[in-house]
């Protein structure tokens, strides 16, 4: 009986848990924000520039979703699967009687 709870209710709930959890858990260390520079050329070159880069926070996330997006993904996969099996099984072991014709 607990078996069944832990591979049906406690091992999901786990794994979902934890895929959440890895870009949170995981992250690399964020700079503080850097002051403006003085002049206006110098300003719009750096904008134009950070832009085109992604920060290392930014990747982290972007990575985490990936993930989070790649494991609902094979979740609903392998239930989908897992309950198109049951299905069929159930269908045949419990297919009503057959008709004897006479």
């Known amino acids: 009986m ?3 709870y832990f591979t049906r209710l ?3 709930i786990l794994f979902v848990a934890g895929m959440v959890a890895i870009p949170f858990v995981w ?3 964020v700079a ?3 002051k403006p520079p003085a002049s206006s050329e110098k300003a719009a070159g750096s904008a134009r520039e950070k832009t085109r880069r992604a920060t290392p926070f930014q990747r982290a996330m972007t990575i985490g979703f ?4 790649v494991s609902v993904t094979a979740g609903g996969f392998m239930l989908y699967r897992i309950t ?5 099984s159930w269908q045949r072991r419990f297919a ?4 004897r014709d006479r």
């Not at 990936?66 to 997006?69: E, F, Q, R, S, V």
């Not at 198109?84 to 069929?88: E, G, L, V």
Request: hydrophobic fraction near 40%; aromatic fraction near 4%; glycine fraction near 0%.
């Open 2 to 4: 607990f078996r069944l």
């Open 27 to 29: 992250l690399p260390d």
């Open 66 to 69: 990936a993930l989070i997006l």
């Open 84 to 88: 198109r099996s049951q299905t069929a």
């Open 32 to 34: 503080p924000p850097e």
């Open 10 to 12: 406690i091992l999901p």
């Open 96 to 99: 009503p009687p057959k008709r």
